[in-house]
């Protein structure tokens, strides 16, 4: 997840791909998983495995370019670490956002549907905020530790998080700022109404913020033990 040695251009188109085919996925899949099933948790499958195989995927291949934040709340955490300039930082996030559009128009357009909608989920209230600031948490922290102790695994264990976070959260995962705003120009099974954006944005951030914070000092590197020279 961390930068290497691309230019910035570069590394913002990798970035809004990477989140426009993270969020196609997401909405293409709750489509599809929509058509061929009534039933809600196989719908909900069918949206989950998509999404956690596809993060693998696209951190897997684009991490070595940009770092695959894929994800604002992960792009601000990497700033606060200074892993990341703040003018880069800035335009990551707009790429990320503008790639997560046009994902969900893409996913539109792949199955007929009209391009421009805007979502009538209602997707609100406490519980829906706690579920996203835990997702939120869980993921920077999968991502820190992973970094930490086993960097190779990092897009697996991503993935792997994602996955399971779908269905352990109330929100089912959203866990990302630029993936909510996208969703919410989807009036499907992926769809978030945009009034509900602020409180998911907001839960999100502070999912994040935590996160970072709590890492600091869990993953902190250990001070050697003191040694005491004895009295000649």
Do not use: C
């Amino acid at each position: 997840m961390s930068i290497v040695a691309f230019d910035l251009s570069r590394r913002l188109v990798a970035e809004a791909l990477g989140t426009a085919i993270l969020v196609a996925t997401v909405v293409g899949s709750g489509i599809m998983a929509d058509r061929l099933s009534e039933d809600a948790a196989v719908s909900l499958l069918g949206n989950t495995l998509p999404t956690g195989a596809i993060l693998v995927v696209l951190i897997t291949i684009l991490g070595p370019i940009s770092g695959a934040h894929f994800n604002p709340a992960v792009t601000l955490v990497f700033a606060l670490r200074r892993d990341i300039e703040v003018n880069a930082a800035l335009a990551y996030i707009a790429a990320q956002v503008a790639g997560g559009i046009a994902g969900t128009f893409l996913a539109h357009a792949m199955f007929d549907l009209p391009i421009l909608q805007l979502s009538a989920t209602a997707r609100t209230g406490t519980g829906q905020w706690i579920a996203e600031a835990v997702a939120a948490f869980g993921l920077v922290f999968a991502i820190l530790a992973g970094l930490r102790f086993r960097p190779d695994a990092t897009p697996w264990l991503v993935g792997l998080y994602i996955t399971a976070a779908y269905w352990f959260t109330a929100s089912t995962s959203f866990a990302n700022p630029a993936v909510a705003i996208a969703r919410a120009f989807s009036n499907t099974f992926a769809g978030i109404r945009p009034v509900d954006l602020p409180g998911f944005i907001a839960a999100e951030l502070f999912g994040a913020l935590l996160a970072v914070a709590f890492a600091g000092w869990l993953l902190a590197e250990p001070k050697p033990p003191t040694t005491f020279k004895a009295a000649e």
